[in-house]
């Protein structure tokens, strides 16, 4: 079975710094693109960032870009998102989610249950 | 970017009774060289993470009951539900993932 388990949100002050991570079980986590999507309270999706199966390509939300970096240890089937300069925009519930390809041009196909991360000073 | 829009932003349906839920991107989403549309659709309940319902715009996701399918190509899709469960109540949303960044629709309220 497939399991996503978030960690690292939390109560940050603008300005600040967080590093994500997700620790996958239940597939074999290098033949799978990766990606982070977050929630602000009562909103919408919105996509953050995609990391394809190898680590080759990532890609970004032009709202995070130059902000946040994604990156992955496959030795240690994780997922990270460092997140830097946060704003209280950032503000959200943060999902780690697994494609169904290799390719980062893919949708996903399991999430995990995701952390809150809060901006406020 | 490619901007996904969904209408209703929210619909009453009776159990038993069909809902059809409308996304539109803004450009196409279809790769002609594969002939697939890089579309998705979610699920997601109250508290919950978001649950896979289709992807390449009709193919359904293993578990997901009949009663759910997609359709359309190109720029218009829809998700239609032909029998509506009590436990279908949720927020529907669609996301492209022909391009980054992977854009979502602005969600779709379905009550019963």
């Known amino acids: 079975e497939v399991q996503l388990l978030e960690s690292g949100g939390g109560l940050v002050q603008p300005g600040g710094s967080l590093r994500l991570s997700c620790a996958a079980s239940?597939?074999?986590?290098?033949?799978?693109?990766m990606n982070w999507a977050r929630q602000a309270p009562g909103k919408g999706l919105e996509w953050v960032s995609v990391?394809?199966?190898?680590?080759?390509?990532?890609y970004y939300a032009d709202s995070v870009k130059g902000r946040f970096t994604i990156s992955r240890d496959d030795s240690k089937n994780t997922l990270y998102l460092q997140m830097n300069s946060l704003r209280a925009g950032d503000t959200a519930i943060y999902y780690c989610?697994?494609?169904?390809?290799?390719?980062?041009?893919?949708?996903?196909?399991?999430w995990g249950q995701g952390t809150l991360v809060t901006v406020s000073s | 970017d490619i901007v996904m829009t969904q209408s209703p932003d929210s619909l009453t349906v009776s159990l038993g009774e069909r809902a059809t839920i409308n996304c539109k991107s803004s450009?196409?989403?279809?790769?002609?060289?594969?002939?697939?549309?890089?579309l998705a659709w979610y699920q997601q309940r109250p508290g919950q993470p978001p649950k896979l319902l289709i992807y390449?715009?009709?193919t359904r996701e293993f578990g997901v009951p009949d009663r759910f399918s997609g359709s359309g190509s190109g720029t218009d899709f829809s998700l239609t539900i032909s029998s509506l469960q009590a436990e279908d109540a949720a927020v529907y949303y669609c996301?492209?993932?022909?391009?980054?960044?992977?854009?979502f629709g602005q969600g779709t309220k379905v009550e019963i």
């Open positions: 450009q196409s989403v279809l790769n002609s060289s594969n002939n697939r549309n890089y």
């Open positions: 390449w715009a009709s």
């Open positions: 996301q492209q993932y022909y391009n980054t960044p992977h854009t």
């Open positions: 989610a697994k494609a169904g390809c290799t390719s980062s041009t893919c949708y996903t196909n399991r």
């Open positions: 239940g597939f074999t986590f290098s033949d799978y693109a």
């Open positions: 990391i394809s199966g190898g680590g080759g390509s990532t």
